[in-house]
T-cell receptor, first 113, second 116 residues
Framework: DQQVKQNSPSLSVQEGRISILNCDYT??????FLWYKKYPAEGPTFLIS?????DKNEDGRFTVFLNKSAKHLSLHIVPSQPGDSAVYFC???FGGGADGLTFGKGTHLIIQP | KAGVTQTPRYLIKTRGQQVTLSCSPI?????VSWYQQTPGQGLQFLFE???????NKGNFPGRFSGRQFSNSRSEMNVSTLELGDSALYLC???????????????FGPGTRLTVL
């Protein structure tokens, strides 16, 4: 049973527009959430994170929103740039568990010129 | 500062063989975690080593094992390879253990293992 789900395998957005990537989770014990970006032939690189005690975290063009009641988080990228084309992974962490990071299956974001 | 390095980058083995993958963490990092990435299951946590001790373990069979050396370098071993073990194996290093409190993990480029 997947505890972290990214229901959109791919997303196409025009350059300059907003990209919104979504992630749902089922385990209410998760206390930390992260987004990673992955280019082909490279490992995932950390993008932005949010603690479960917050509902929003911003870093430049990237904002993550957390809705605990809906067990949903989203990543907003504004404005979208060609270099943002990559696979984005949502990940969750539970401090009392033993599973490291639990990842979603990823969303392939394609920024069109 | 050099990043996380993994060797080899690509590997082809046949069913029944065993394989050892290597990971060198960022200098000063003492925790190394291993993940398996497959198209069907996505990225899944295998185990974490910190100070030469396994701290966490994911839901994988005993054929998957690892160890960590005193210089924090880690190796992962898979015995009796199966076709389903074909995957990208990623290691991630962090300053401290991720057991109990999250510490930012930095990923290596991965080792692509193909089992024929």
């Amino acid at each position: 049973d997947q505890q972290v789900k990214q229901n959109s395998p791919s997303l196409s957005v025009q350059e300059g527009r907003i990209s919104i990537l979504n992630c749902d989770y089922t385990n209410s014990m998760f206390d930390y959430f992260l987004w990673y970006k992955k280019y082909p032939a490279e490992g995932p690189t950390f993008l932005i994170s949010i603690s479960s005690i917050k509902d929003k975290n911003e870093d430049g063009r990237f904002t993550v929103f957390l809705n605990k009641s809906a067990k949903h988080l989203s990543l907003h990228i504004v404005p979208s740039q060609p270099g943002d084309s990559a696979v984005y992974f949502c990940a969750a962490y539970f401090g009392g568990g033993a599973d490291g990071l639990t990842f979603g299956k990823g969303t392939h974001l394609i920024i069109q010129p | 500062k050099a990043g996380v390095t993994q060797t080899p980058r690509y590997l082809i083995k046949t069913r029944g063989q065993q394989v050892t993958l290597s990971c060198s963490p960022i200098s000063g990092h003492r925790s190394v975690s291993w993940y398996q990435q497959t198209p069907g299951q996505g990225l899944q946590f295998l185990f974490e080593y910190f100070s030469e001790t396994q701290r966490n373990k994911g839901n994988f069979p005993g054929r998957f094992s690892g160890r960590q050396f005193s210089n924090s370098r880690s190796e992962m071993n898979v015995s009796t390879l199966e076709l389903g073990d074909s995957a990208l194996y990623l290691c991630a290093s962090s300053l401290l253990s991720i057991a109990g409190t999250y510490n930012e993990q930095f990923f290596g480029p991965g080792t692509r293992l193909t089992v024929l």
